[in-house]
């Protein structure tokens, strides 16, 4: 059956509800009950008996999304451990002794970043407080520090593949291809997709391109001055940060190195007899894998937080517990997002929409960049990228498939625009959570940050265009060449101050 417009509905809904409520659950099920009133004539008990029973219970008892469930509840688990041990800030004092100039510690920060790949939201969490006292010291700015932790918590954590991040959206790319009966692994697409990821790879490259060249935008430059400006106790900060999340000094480094070292070593030991990385391995095989490596990872950590009475164990095992509840909205949203896709699936959105943008002759080369900006605009609005990817998944891929678009490219731009609209987005949980971090004003960083942002967002759009003709990865370096042309030509050196730094 052609349900035409109507199809349209359930995305429509879900987008305008998470708007509006900035809920991502309430809008992904409101959109999902669209649906079902579709399908059952405007019943309502009808549609209620059928979201419940055709869908969620469904998506449940699929035993590849059970295990995508599992996997995230452990990894849940081991990043509350890993959040709560104070590892992460007894490694960051650990440096303070060789950090001493302006770019030193902006690098630091920026590896320190990146070293907390495992969670988006501890970043900001773990390496500001750090840092903060270093950066009021040598004087830069709150709102710099704020914007490399945004730039280095959901920009790194969406390219790694075994972690929430990845495991997440690689739950809804299967969902996708079940639903178009494609024979290809969610995993290899996600791989191919990291070129193609050009916002993050932009965000993430952006961070040292500035501080060796010392430029800046903006309100960021004014942001500097002032900084320039100001005295600070580091002592006394330093002392405060040091308490870290337990409020003790017993925290080692090993406490970070050590369990990441043993996820990654489970994961190759239990993986590599099946020929990974160089091979194809089996999905469930992989989540298996992952999920021991996380396992054995906390059980580590636990052990090191005994030995190093940074907690008793009770504590400890309540931690991870607590942890492992954190992970109930993201294993409801996914629930809620497959069953959203299922439905548009069966509703024929995505082809309503392919063959309305061939009736008008709509380029298939423009396809990218389009799902881009709408991405971009949704996670702008909702301040949510995973509720975007949610909602946007399920249209970009059948587009891509429809229009013979390499599925990377597809998925690179519905994770780029997510991105892009996250980091401009005032409700963004990360950009909150990075000003916290720095301990500077949420909408001092957003005006600092936004123009950061927008010069990367103007480039992944041009480079999206590119991709979507060439479908070559090239596009990336493109990207990254056009970023570097940007900062010679409107930036401008820092003051002598900095320059001495340097």
């Known amino acids: 059956m052609d349900y035409g417009f109507l199809s349209l509905l359930p995305p429509i809904v879900a987008v305008v ?22 399908f059952a004539s405007g019943n309502p008990f009808l549609a209620t008996k059928s979201i419940i029973g055709d869908y969620l219970f469904v998506q449940l008892t699929d ?105 997440y959206i690689m739950g809804l790319i299967q969902a996708e291809f079940d639903n178009l ?58 002392q405060g940060a040091s308490k870290g999340q337990m409020g003790t000094g017993n925290a080692r480094p090993s406490m970070v190195i050590v369990p990441i070292v ?23 095989a992989f989540r298996v894998a992952l999920t021991m490596g996380y396992f054995f990872g906390a059980l580590v950590l636990m052990a090191l937080i005994g030995v190093y009475r940074v907690k008793n164990f009770q504590d400890t095992f309540k931690i991870y517990v607590d942890g492992m509840k954190g992970m109930t909205d993201v294993a409801v949203t996914l629930v809620l997002a497959w069953s959203l896709g299922s439905m548009i699936s069966a509703l024929g959105t995505a082809e309503f929409i392919v063959n309305g943008l061939k009736s008008i002759h709509f380029s298939a080369g423009l396809v990218p960049a389009a799902i881009f900006v709408f991405g971009a605009f949704v996670s702008f609005s909702t301040g949510s990228s995973w509720g975007t990817f949610a909602i946007m998944m399920p249209l970009a891929i059948p587009m891509a498939h429809a229009f013979g678009i390499p599925y990377a490219i597809a998925v690179g731009a519905v994770l780029s625009g997510g991105l892009f609209g996250d980091h401009c987005s005032p409700i963004s949980d990360t950009t909150i959570l990075s000003s916290t971090g720095a301990q500077c004003d949420l909408v001092d960083h957003v005006k600092t940050q936004l123009p950061y942002a927008c010069v990367n967002g103007v480039i992944a759009f041009g480079a999206f265009v590119f991709a979507g003709f060439t479908r070559s990865p090239l596009a990336v370096v493109l990207a990254v060449t056009a970023l570097f042309g940007v900062m010679m030509v409107w930036g401008r050196r820092g003051d002598a101050s900095g320059r001495a730094d340097g």
Do not use: H
């Open 17 to 38: 509800m998470a708007i509006k409520s900035k809920n991502v659950i309430l809008s992904l099920f409101c959109g999902g009950f669209v649906g079902t009133m579709i």
């Open 63 to 167: 035993s590849y999304n059970a295990g995508v469930i599992v996997l995230v509840i452990f990894i849940g688990g081991f990043i509350k451990l890993m959040e709560k041990s104070g590892g992460a800030q007894a490694f960051s004092k650990s440096v303070y002794k060789y950090v001493n100039t302006k770019l030193k510690a902006q690098l630091c920060a920026w590896v320190g970043g990146i070293l907390i790949f495992f969670s988006d939201l501890g970043t900001p969490l773990l390496v500001g407080p750090v840092f903060r006292p270093l950066f009021d010291k040598l004087k830069i700015s709150r709102e710099k520090l704020a914007w490399i932790l945004d730039s280095t918590s959901s920009p790194v954590a969406i390219l790694i593949p075994f972690i929430g991040w990845g495991v």
């Open 181 to 238: 009966n494609v024979a290809q692994s969610d995993y290899a697409t996600f791989v191919e997709a990291i070129p193609f990821q050009i916002y993050a790879i932009l965000a993430i490259i952006m961070i040292p391109l500035s501080a060796f060249m010392k430029k800046d935008f903006s309100q960021m430059k004014k942001a500097e001055a002032e900084a320039a400006s100001r005295e600070y106790s580091f002592e006394e900060d330093v």
């Open 262 to 284: 043993v996820v990654f070593a489970t994961l190759f030991i239990t993986l590599a007899p099946l020929g990974f990385p160089f091979q194809k391995v089996d999905g469930n």
